[in-house]
């Protein structure tokens, strides 16, 4: 039979904007979690987060919202996480867990030292809003969202429990992902866009008859410029932290766009055709991959020895296989005989390819099928 999960009583949030309220507020009505200490630069924000039930309790500085809390989320702009989850993790008591919700990891592990990552482990969910604010706040911000893990090599196993725990109560998807692939990732599929969105924004209004443009402009026009003039500062900062991961991707991108701009020089019919109908192909594989459903649950016991870099090289493996754990749990023995981590996942395929890849590593796996 599958263990309690371990549960966070008391959260702290450092910035109680949208992404902060809306995680004290599902931490409350979805995670049973009794107390969130709150903690902003305006003392406006926390009083109107306390008013919509945000948070139950106003902090006069990051280290008193931090000191009491077994999970401490920051949700301040990018910039300044890596300074706040230092500061969080100097005063978080000895099992607490410090996380974020930004959209750049691989800077913030990096500047983490071993001590530090056993209890800090990167956090980013994939949900958000037009809106800003913690007066547009909601308990269902974080619901079906995907909801990336980064933990970094000497990541102690209770502590990325806690916390995947907790992202699963919320709503959200836990996945596991490498810091850096992480930023790959993000550069590709969300800082990228934002460059092209601004781009082609720009490219309509600066040309002559420009208001005539846009008047006309259609569904793909606006669909694709919806981003376009995102928060100056925020994107800003985001587009330096990832400056080398988004470079490679812009050059990719600049490939792609050669190749077409190639294939209408020379009235390449035949090669222009194929450039979109290798988009549709690949648009098509991903719809379908993420459409799929699995009828049960299935386990994979892992019997794993007591070093750093374990639990972080189990979950990162699987994540790169596009494998998603929906739950786990640990049972930890002894510093000689290691313990057992018991990872949970959709479907007797996916169960299998996770055991060869799990075997391909070293480990001894026991499968089956969960009980439910």
């Known amino acids: 039979m599958k263990t309690a999960a371990p549960q966070a009583r008391s959260i702290a949030v450092i910035g109680v904007g949208l992404m902060g309220g809306s995680l004290g507020l599902a931490a409350r009505e979805r995670a049973g979690v009794g107390e969130v200490r709150g903690y902003s630069r305006s003392k406006e924000t926390l009083e109107l987060a306390l008013e919509r039930g945000a948070i139950t309790r106003m902090c006069a500085s990051l280290e008193e919202a931090a000191s009491a809390a077994d999970l401490v989320f920051v949700a301040t702009p990018v910039r300044l996480v890596p300074e706040h989850v230092a500061r969080a993790a100097a005063v978080a008591h000895a099992g607490a867990v410090v996380s974020d919700v930004g959209s750049t990891k691989a800077a913030l592990m990096r500047s983490l030292s071993p001590e530090a990552q056993r209890r800090c482990v990167g956090g980013h969910p994939l949900c958000g809003s037009e809106t800003a604010g913690v007066a547009n706040a909601s308990p269902a911000l974080y619901e079906g969202a995907t909801y990336f893990l980064t933990p970094g090599t000497h990541v102690d196993p209770g502590a990325y429990q806690l916390l995947h725990d907790f992202v699963s109560r919320i709503g959200a998807r836990p996945v596991a992902v490498d810091p850096e692939e992480h ?176 075997n391909g590593l070293g480990y001894e796996v026991i499968t089956g099928k969960a009980i439910a």
């Open 183 to 358: 930023d790959r990732i993000m550069a590709l599929v969300s800082h990228l866009p934002h460059v092209l969105a601004n781009v082609l924004m720009t490219q309509a209004g600066e040309q002559q008859g420009a208001r005539d443009a846009l008047l006309s402009a259609g569904p793909s026009f606006r669909d694709l410029t919806r981003i376009a003039g995102s928060n100056r500062r925020v994107w800003t900062d985001i587009f330096m932290e990832n400056r080398q991961a988004l470079l490679a991707s812009l050059t990719a991108y600049s490939d792609g766009l050669d190749e077409v701009i190639h294939a209408l020089e020379a009235a390449d019919e035949a090669r222009l055709g194929e450039t979109i109908a290798r988009a549709a192909g690949h648009r098509e594989r991903m719809l379908a991959a993420g459409s799929l459903t699995a009828e049960d649950f299935f386990r994979l016991v892992v019997k794993i020895p007591d070093r750093p870099g374990v639990l972080k090289e189990i979950t990162v493996a699987l994540g790169d296989a596009a494998i998603n754990i929906e739950d786990l749990s640990l049972h930890h023995m002894s510093a000689e005989l290691g313990g057992s981590l018991t990872v949970y996942v959709l479907g007797a395929d996916v169960c299998a390819r996770a055991a060869g890849i799990l």
